[in-house]
């Protein structure tokens, strides 16, 4: 593993130089495409890693930020969204949208401006760590700021589990 702000991809780079920030990016010698890859090589919980998921509402592209231990509920981004239909966009989209490829979009420096929500399970944290735009590379940055430079709205759109008191009993 290696450790430069400068391994960042430039993109990404170039946008913590215009939001004046100074964060540690950490470059491994294998893909980190996972949320479990990137943990495990970064030594922390996978719900410490912060993915950053390119849905369509309607068509528009959506950023959602989600804990790397939890899945997005689609129907409760669909209602947040107030739209008809939500999927997950697929990868030409989402690099259109953000200017990087699956595994490695960051949560802000993107290539269009784009609706951001973030779900709270990521304040759960003290430090959560997020891709720096390629595969293998990633930063650390406290959840609350790192929302806020993202532009995100908080919000609860993960995935509940099932309540077992919820099911019929079985006979």
């Known amino acids: 593993m290696t450790t430069d702000s400068s391994l960042a991809h430039p993109q990404f780079a170039a946008a913590l130089q215009e939001l004046g920030l100074d964060v540690e990016v950490r470059r491994f010698p294998e893909d980190t495409r996972t949320a479990q890859q990137a943990a495990e090589a970064i030594g922390c919980e ?3 890693i912060v993915k950053s998921l390119i849905f ?3 068509g528009v592209p ?3 930020l989600m804990d790397g231990a939890s899945r997005v509920d689609v129907e409760r981004v669909r209602r947040e969204l107030c739209a008809a239909k939500v999927t997950r966009a697929d990868p030409r989209v ?3 949208t953000t200017g990087y490829a699956i595994g490695g979009v960051p949560p802000f420096g993107h290539k269009t401006r784009t609706r951001v929500l973030a779900d709270r399970g990521i304040l759960d944290h003290d430090v959560v760590w997020a891709a720096a735009g390629t595969p293998r590379t990633v930063f650390a940055m406290d959840p609350k700021s790192l929302v806020t430079h993202a532009g995100g709205v908080l919000v ?3 995935e509940q589990p099932a309540d077992a008191d919820a099911r019929e009993p079985s006979a």
């Open 46 to 48: 996978v719900a410490e």
């Open 56 to 58: 369509a509402a309607d």
């Open 62 to 64: 959506v950023l959602v």
């Open 94 to 96: 989402v690099r259109e």
């Open 156 to 158: 609860d759109v993960r």
